[in-house]
Structure formats: C-alpha cells, structure tokens
Nanobody, 121 residues
Framework: QVTLMESGGGLVQAGGSLRLSCTDSKTVFSTLAMAWHRQAPGKEREFVAA???????DYGDSVKGRFTISRDNYKNVLYLQMNSVKPEDTAVYYCAAGSSIVRVTATPHYWGQGTQVTVSS
C-alpha cells in the first residue's frame, strides 16, 4: 500500500510562487510514476503535471511554462514548483501515483489527501 502525504499549500498572492511536496512512506517510490491533480470548488478534478520513474514529464495546458514537476528518488519526495500563480490556480492539489505516466495522468492507483492552495488577486 502506498501512502501519499502532501504539504506546502497555503495562501499566495497572484504572481507569486509556491512549492508543494509529496512524500511516500514506501521504498517503491522510485518505481512509480507520479502526478499532481487539482480540484477547484464546483469543478471536476483536473490533471496538472506528471513525471515518470525516469523523469519524463507532462503538463496540463493551463500550467505549461509556469509549473515544474520534479522528484527526488533518494528522499522519496515529489515536488511541484508553482510560479506566476493566478487566482484560477486556487484549488485543492492532490498527489497521485501509478504504474505508468499514462496511467497516473488519467486514473492513478493511489491518491493523497490533498493540500489547499489559495491565490489572492
């Protein structure tokens, strides 16, 4: 069983930056594809970014050029660097894991509990 825990959410002004982290308690972290998804109030969950076990990345159109996903397989930590944030980035951000980057982009096997990000205008 993979247990994911997000941290780093909070309140940030538009144009600012924030870094989210996600830790996995199991040593299988390095073999998993990882992703970030988000859900804004009243909206469906949206894919944000994904990274394969070997570092191949993919991004949702709304965050390309502003957000960067990365991972540290020695520390079992996934990151999401959020730059030039906008009010429409306000959402609960979820860490997710799966067997492949294709799988984790659409229907991950595992989900974290989420961390709130609020961008003020």
């Amino acid at each position: 069983q993979v247990t994911l825990m997000e941290s780093g959410g909070g309140l940030v002004q538009a144009g600012g930056s924030l870094r989210l982290s996600c830790t996995d308690s199991k040593t299988v972290f390095s073999t998993l594809a990882m992703a970030w998804h988000r859900q804004a109030p009243g909206k469906e969950r949206e894919f944000v970014a994904a990274i394969s076990s070997v570092g191949v990345t993919d991004y949702g159109d709304s965050v390309k050029g502003r957000f960067t996903i990365s991972r540290d397989n020695y520390k079992n930590v996934l990151y999401l660097q959020m730059n030039s944030v906008k009010p429409e980035d306000t959402a609960v951000y979820y860490c997710a894991a799966g067997s492949s980057i294709v799988r984790v982009t659409a229907t991950p096997h595992y989900w974290g509990q989420g961390t709130q990000v609020t961008v003020s205008s």
